[in-house]
């Protein structure tokens, strides 16, 4: 049984598929192996925040604030597909797995209301 499946119940957060998204996202940008020290503290830093944002959110209680919270983390994570997408297309990171953040991204986008 994994921290999950045990507190889960008890944590807000936990029970978001964008949520369980987002930090597939972060292990995806992880995993792109971003050679750039900038460009892998940013995307790091990029979807860190979209997990720490969807988890704020999830624990607000009045639409406005779930709502700013929520309009963060999308950003977040487009930060965090353009810098990998970046250190992509400069050699600077492993291709194939920036293909799976950017389609990542675009699923956790579309889950944070990302419909212009």
Avoid: W
């Amino acid at each position: 049984m994994n921290q999950h499946q045990t507190y889960g119940t008890l944590l807000p957060h936990h029970r978001l598929f964008a949520y369980k998204k987002s930090l597939e996202l972060l292990a995806a940008v992880r995993s792109a192996q971003i050679r750039d020290a900038k460009l892998r503290d940013e995307a790091l830093r990029a979807a860190k925040g979209s997990c720490l944002n969807i988890a704020e959110g999830a624990g607000r209680v009045s639409r406005g604030d779930k709502a700013r919270a929520y309009a963060i983390a999308r950003g977040e994570c487009v930060e965090a597909v353009a810098a990998t997408e970046i250190a992509g297309a400069t050699g600077d990171a492993i291709a194939d797995v920036v293909t799976i953040v950017v389609e990542l991204g675009i699923e956790l986008y579309l889950m944070l209301g990302g419909v212009d």
